[in-house]
């Protein structure tokens, strides 16, 4: 029988902190730069490399994370290094950080933006078998559970691309040119009118209209500026982006919505017509914005309006299945996701 021992992190390990830098002042291109998060911009300079890094400052639920190769680690992030490999190896170490993830994130303190209780960290206990080889056991059965996970997560994932691409698929036939379709520019068949502001006073949380920005619902209200439907789409920042809004809405200044003549043009039609249009890449300048004009100059075979109707029936049955594929694969990535972090679990309950 071999026995654990715990103690505190601070006494079995050396919390190193990463170091300040900035896009502006230090920006290169060859190493990614991490922090509370994913990479943010490159450095040409590294400091750390295959290294497990926690959160520091702007802390998430996935607060630890494992980086391979060599990287730049800012002052919001730390890593943390064993005192004495002969006791606790490091990567036991690693593992163990990984599965008390929770625990970890347990540690942030603040409300908009969660940073780390330094003591709290350090004094978090550490448990460890009194044997490296019992040690090294633990970790080589963790890396093979990794591998095979790692494996299943990216069929699944693969699974899932392939769902979503078959929709998108569907769309490009239904919109495929048809010779005896007309082709007329999109200025000829919508309208774009302006979104305005709304105080900060109209914004209710309790409020049944969504107001939108560029890229979606920014907040709520109990006012509307259109009646809907509509697709609104985005004008400044995230240009190009589209939504779709069967009822009542206010549009911000950042944005244009959709006027058109329901005689002719099927709402539903043309919101996934503008879907495989492209707006996006229509924005300009530093802060990315469309000129409706531009807009109106794109071209676009439209059929009648029963064969547009046909087509919206039929893209919303395929979008139905596919979206219960797509859910399906979120499911299994979960489960996946859930069973890595069990056996991590396991492992430092002494049960693997």
């Not at 730049?72 to 004495?84: E, K, Q, W, Y």
């Not at 502001?197 to 309790?206: E, G, I, T």
């Not at 000129?291 to 059929?303: A, I, K, W």
């Amino acid at each position: 029988m071999i026995d654990w021992k715990s103690s505190a992190l601070d006494v079995l390990c050396e919390v190193e902190y990463g170091t300040r830098v900035t896009r502006k002042r230090d920006g290169g291109t060859k190493y990614p730069v991490y922090g509370g998060g994913g990479a943010t911009f490159n450095l040409d300079d590294f400091n750390r490399q295959d290294q497990m890094i926690v959160s520091r400052f702007a802390m998430s639920e996935e607060c630890v994370r494992f980086v391979t190769g060599k990287f730049f680690l800012n002052d919001s992030g730390l890593t943390v290094r064993t005192r004495d490999e002969s006791k606790l190896s490091q990567e036991f170490l690693d593992q163990q950080l990984l599965a008390r993830s929770k625990e970890i994130y347990a540690t942030a303190r603040g409300t908009a933006q969660k940073n780390m209780d330094m003591d709290m960290f350090r004094a978090m206990e550490l448990s460890y078998p009194d044997s490296l080889e019992e040690q090294k056991r633990i970790v080589a059965l963790l890396d093979d559970a990794t591998a095979r996970i790692t494996e299943l997560t990216a069929c699944y994932e693969q699974a899932r691309t392939h769902a979503n691409n078959l929709f998108t698929s569907a769309l490009r036939d239904a919109l495929k040119s048809n010779p005896d379709w007309p082709v007329k520019t999109l200025g000829e068949i919508i309208s774009l009118a302006y979104g305005k502001p709304l105080d900060a006073k109209d914004r209710h949380d309790s409020g049944a209209i969504p107001v939108y920005g560029a890229n979606g619902v920014k907040a709520w209200s109990k006012r509307s500026l259109v009646d809907g439907p509509s697709i609104i789409v985005g004008r400044k920042g995230s240009a190009g982006e589209i939504n779709l809004c069967n009822g009542p809405f206010w549009p911000l200044d950042v944005t244009y919505y959709v006027e058109h003549d329901a005689k002719e043009t099927d709402l539903e039609f043309l919101y996934f017509l503008l879907s495989l249009m492209d707006l996006p890449g229509l924005a300009k300048g530093v802060k990315p914005g469309i000129n409706r004009n531009e807009v109106y100059g794109l071209t676009t075979q439209v059929p009648p309006l029963q064969e547009q109707k046909r087509s919206v029936a039929r893209l919303n049955q395929t979008r139905a299945k596919t979206a219960e594929m797509v859910a399906a694969y979120d499911a299994k990535l979960q489960a996946a996701k859930n069973l890595r972090q069990s056996i991590l679990e396991a492992a430092f309950a002494g049960e693997l």
